[in-house]
């Protein structure tokens, strides 16, 4: 498989195997009118297996929810087909507005004009909580 290289733009890469579709979702990427390409279950030597985004163009994204999916991904930008800089982004202490809570009894499900917001309680296992009713969420299942 041939997957050209880009340009100008981003490249999400090393993100866990089976999450690139994830994050493409949480991002909006769908959304672009721009080239977009996930490449899922590429070989890594570190990784076993992992996914990569690329998007042929510099956009605004929201880098926390990057940390949320897998705060091992990396951001890569690209000018003139160089790179310029390479960057990883930690688990946001606080999410808001990026996932929502499941919660039926939340004050969330009927007050909709309040922010979805998450706080991280266990960095090891990937743990937010609702700040409203304390309902779980994790990385690894939203």
Do not use: W
Not at 15 to 24: N, V
Not at 56 to 76: C, K, L, S
Request: hydrophobic residues 35%; glycine residues 6%.
């Amino acid at each position: 498989m041939n997957i050209d290289s880009i340009e100008n733009g981003l490249v999400i890469d090393h993100i866990s195997a089976g999450q690139g579709m994830k994050l493409y979702n949480l991002l909006g990427l769908a959304d672009l009118n721009v080239p977009v390409a996930i490449i899922q279950n590429v070989v890594s030597r570190k990784r076993g297996k992992k996914d990569i985004i690329k998007i042929d163009a510099h956009i605004d994204v929201d880098y926390d929810i990057i940390g949320f999916i897998d705060p091992e991904a990396t951001v890569n930008f690209i000018k003139d087909g160089k790179l310029i800089k390479k960057c990883k982004f930690d688990m946001p202490e606080k999410l808001v507005n990026v996932i929502k809570c499941k919660n039926p009894r939340c004050i969330t499900t009927t007050e909709q004009e309040l922010p979805q917001v998450f706080e991280l309680r266990d960095r090891a296992q990937g743990i937010y909580r609702c700040r409203y009713c304390e309902a779980k969420a994790s990385n690894r299942e939203s």
